[in-house]
């Protein structure tokens, strides 16, 4: 099940083939395994988690980004397992899998970005891991996976548990050619990225400089997958990848263009984010804290957070209750300095529930529990102390959810 | 239902005398209101939540603990309503309530402190409260509710969602005289206390300063309700007041008997502060996160909240799953600076499971599995790189979490 999760339509990136195959890390012949191929012109920008426990895959990458100057030509990305928590087995296992693919498709070996996503503390199947590589590279040498299908397989290879792919596209006009940006995302638990969301990868054919798609991309990233919360919990393997393939416009040279650019970059971003979000594990709710009259985005995110990830506001939302008294409660425990309650206004929807330290004037349960009883809840916090404003968006917390994390590894 | 809760049987304390009754703000007859008279010798700490939203009830509290130099003769507790979330309709109400208490028991409004639980964002019935402390100063100017079973009821009278009332003791020999220390503690929800849990009142006979009573307070509150959480949510009516009666003997003057009376105060706290977790909503587990070798205590506290808080963590640990890789991932989005992952080693009560950067050598999924298996799970985090410690006390994340708090205002 998933909250109102309609992605505007794909369309396929040109300088990008992909390969998708069932290797056997995952059972019952799901696919597992995406590799994907790029041209020689791309550059890439990535960011990772944060976590002092990242995987092996992100070492690798960090490394090998360091090393590349964003020259990447190839993701080789595996789901089913995270080789996270695998110390120095699990980082020699992920570099000879670059190796391996790199010779394979005769590319240097730090131009390969490895990923990987799955149970966290126990080592890759080492054997399966490089005949799904070697079946992989065959693939890419035989044939072009360069199709919608090809990108929809891919997809739905990264996915979890997840219960649908996630993958769309804007287009904008550049230099009176059209430019594609197309992202594909996956993540549905242990979401509360940390510089990036657990693995997503986004793909322009035009040209961009590497250091300029850097900038871009964490700038994004903040609005976006940055501001998104299931559960509070920040991956170990967090990745976000933006790959510019070159074989199309430059972009960057004219003001305004970039700015269309940058504009379609965030809407598929947020299209991606706020789609993790609508297919969390258990979501029923797809919910939105918008934040406004802040000193800063920094507090704004602060009080966004706090209510997105309160259990009590989770399981209120849950219930439909318009329960004001919770969000109180979580704006109250935000880590902000010296927040007035005389200042602050709540409203669901459009109706203000709360302002000048008491229940607003005029608010009745009956108007509360209209707005709750809906699956998609906007919720606005004014501070009244500044102008600087965030949105958070996050899902309600369900006996589905608590189902699905109970009973994930057994 | 509850885990192993099983506190030392309880001590009545002489200077307090107790008035518990069903004054009519809960439905059904069931006591929602708990009035204590204190012996006019007695001095009173008391700290309270950090929330930005507090509620009335605290405000006035600590309004009157600052004139009254911690002269304290009266507590009215209500529950079934927080008077939070109120403004200034809700802040007349609590200094009215204690007006009127004051009046009936003739002593200075400033010596009653408020105390309210329940639903958070609607006013007090008024006319019912002051019917109920009339009735409850008719009883105490009438009979003396020193007995045992006024104790129990006063502790049953606070509940709100606990399924049991949390009240204990702990004797010390002072001087060659017994001095008894009596608390009692309610709270099943929205319990990760600022400073203090949502309502906890001990008592002693001994006669203490009013500063030294603070000081101790604090650091004791430190290691015991400001090491407990059930969902992260920080109430908006926390308080934990510690009463000195005077009428036993004089504390403070030995150092000898000044320690031992701090381990029996904190005995009792800790009895309570894990009494709430071992009756916190939809508790099946209860589990202690111990986590050594800190730089300092703060580190500790914020490495074992990022555990006992993640959501993934407490499933897991609702299911018996012995998920380590859900323990590596909660420690490394702890906010704290630099871990370094191979310093670091995870147990499971005495199986070591993580150590030197991977899977602990000799770890097997049944040694782990033996630990969850138990309904009190010891979870042991070695920092690996200075000496200090702190343990957070928890509980899981069940079904029945969901449905308490998905149910509770309807």
Redesign the interface.
Known sequence: MAVNLNLPAAVPVAGVEWATLASGIKKDGVTDMVVARLAKSATTAAVFTQ????AAPVTVCRRHMQQNSGAVRALLINSGN?N???????LTMASGHCDALANALEVPSMSVLPFSTG????LLPDDIMRQGIENAATTLNSETGTTLSHWQDAARGIMTTDTHPKLTSQQVTINGSVVTITGMAKGA??I?P?MATMLSYVFTDAAVPASDLDDVLREVADRTFNAITV??????NDSLVLVATGVGEPVGEIHDEWLAFKAALTHVCLDLAQGIIRDAEGATKFISVNVTGGHDVAECKCVGYAVA????VK??M??S?A????L???????D?H?????AITVSLGDVVA?E????AAGYTEERGAAVMAKDEIDIHIDLGRGSAEASIYTSD???E???I??????
Do not use: W
Not at 51 to 54: D, G, L, R
Not at 405 to 410: T, W
């Open positions: 976590s002092a426990f990242c995270a996270a928590g695998t110390g120095e087995p699990g149970v966290i503390g126990q638990g242990m509360q940390n559960d509070s919990d920040t991956s170990t990830n309160s259990p009590l399981t209120a849950f219930a209750d329960n004001v008294g919770r109180l409660m979580a704006i109250g425990k935000a902000v010296s927040l007035d309650a005389a709360f000048g330290a008491g229940i917390l369900s006996h959810y608590v189902s994390n109970a009973d994930y590894r057994s």
